[in-house]
């Protein structure tokens, strides 16, 4: 069955620094999104993505945040300037269609910043 | 705004045991409902889902029901297995938006 894959499984980086998250959808998919889970608390919505183009965000998806999709497979989440409390669990995930479709995850990429 | 909210956890139970994990939400208009479960080392993956009032989703045993009166969509499952124990989270997504609203998860361990 087709999957949502993420690379890296665990990211440390240094404060301050830029990181770029990665994730493949699955290929006939055509929304996508991350969420983040800071541990202990609830899974977060953080952005949606449709036709080249934010379609929804939520108030956590600042300027410090950007999405892109640099070619026909890959689906990337930069955080700019990285803050302690960037480090979390970031979920990658796509639908087939919007309208809450199912939506598959990823198996995520754990995010530690030192 | 929008919200969920579920049963505190862990709950562990014996197999065989009859499963049911509370869920209430908070939301204006007619959201979709769903549960996903994540098994350890795993995103989560969707359970079951309903669109709108008293339907109900089910698979693998699962079911809930949409209850728009009571502002519920609780788990339930006859009888679980050791193979059940994951992480379960109720989710909504609002009308008319695409993102997902979950809960704080519940842990389920199921004791042979």
């Known amino acids: 069955e087709p999957e949502v894959t993420q690379t890296p499984s665990h990211q440390v980086t240094q404060m301050g620094q830029e990181v770029i998250l990665r994730c493949v959808p699955i290929?006939?998919?055509?929304?996508f999104y991350w969420y983040r889970q800071i541990l202990g608390q609830k899974v977060e919505f953080l952005v949606s993505f449709y036709n080249n183009e934010i379609s929804e965000k939520s108030e956590i998806f600042d300027d410090q945040f950007s999405v892109e999709r640099p070619d026909g497979s890959n689906f990337t989440l930069k955080i700019r300037s990285t803050k302690l409390e960037d480090s979390a669990m970031y979920f990658c995930a796509s639908s087939k269609l919007g309208g809450h479709q199912p939506q598959h995850f990823g198996d995520g990429t754990r995010l530690s910043i030192l | 705004g929008d919200s969920v909210t579920q049963m505190e956890g862990p709950v562990t139970l014996s197999e065989e045991a009859f499963l049911t994990i509370n869920c209430t939400y908070t939301a204006t208009g007619y959201p979709s409902l769903f549960w996903y479960v994540q098994y350890p080392g795993e995103g989560l993956q969707l359970l079951l889902k309903a669109t709108k009032a008293d339907d109900k989703g089910s698979n693998k045993g699962f079911e809930a029901t949409y209850r728009k009166e009571t502002t519920s969509f609780h788990l339930e499952k006859g009888s679980v297995q050791v193979s059940d124990s994951a992480v379960y989270f109720c989710?909504?997504?609002?009308?008319?938006?695409?993102?997902?609203?979950f809960g704080q998860g519940t842990r389920l361990t199921i004791n042979p």
């Open positions: 290929s006939n998919h055509l929304y």
């Open positions: 989710a909504l997504g609002p009308q008319g938006a695409q993102k997902l609203v």
